[in-house]
């Protein structure tokens, strides 16, 4: 807005990625009014009596649904459903297992995060370099599981 060269800063936006995460979440939107996602929330106790399960089902769900639609779409998919099921800002825990398994869904595989994605194309377009799906899973494996299991036990901790 106060540049003196708007043409240059414009001109080097990425217009590419923008459009993409616009385009994302107007999809998810009428992903989420057409409830075509609903057979695969459901399957997952995200109301139960037992606060444990409710962090686990949140967490497997957040991790296996990120991988379905990305990450950031896919929490705000969530944050419908939770309010859906009743939650309310006072239940602390729900957040905090929703922004930590969609966050460190991301690492499991490159369809885990739009940013992933935006990634390998910046790599495979300007430095002619590329990771494959199976090379980025082997490592994002391993460093999902970890995270879990020490986000798991801080969550059921707290």
């Known amino acids: 807005m106060f540049s003196e060269e708007p ?15 616009i385009s994302m979440f107007i999809t998810m939107e009428g992903v989420w009014k057409s409830g075509v996602l609903n057979p695969l929330l459901n399957m997952f106790p995200l109301n139960s009596s037992s606060r444990i399960l409710n962090i686990v089902s949140l967490s497997v769900l957040s991790i296996i649904g990120s ?3 990305s990450n950031v779409p896919f929490t705000k ?11 309310t800002g006072s239940q602390e825990t729900a957040w905090l297992t929703l922004a930590m398994a969609t966050t460190i869904a991301g690492n499991l595989t490159l369809l885990g995060a739009a940013s992933n994605i935006i990634i390998i ?17 082997k490592i994002g494996v391993l460093i999902t599981l970890i995270n879990l299991a020490i986000y798991l036990v801080f969550l059921i901790v707290i």
Do not use: C, P
């Open 67 to 69: 991988q379905i639609v």
């Open 7 to 21: 043409r240059r800063i414009l001109a080097g936006v990425d217009w590419g990625t923008i459009v993409f995460f």
């Open 121 to 137: 194309e910046y790599l495979e377009s300007r430095m002619g370099y590329t990771i494959s799906f199976i090379d980025f899973a």
């Open 77 to 87: 998919l969530m944050l419908n459903k939770l309010h859906e099921l009743g939650y």
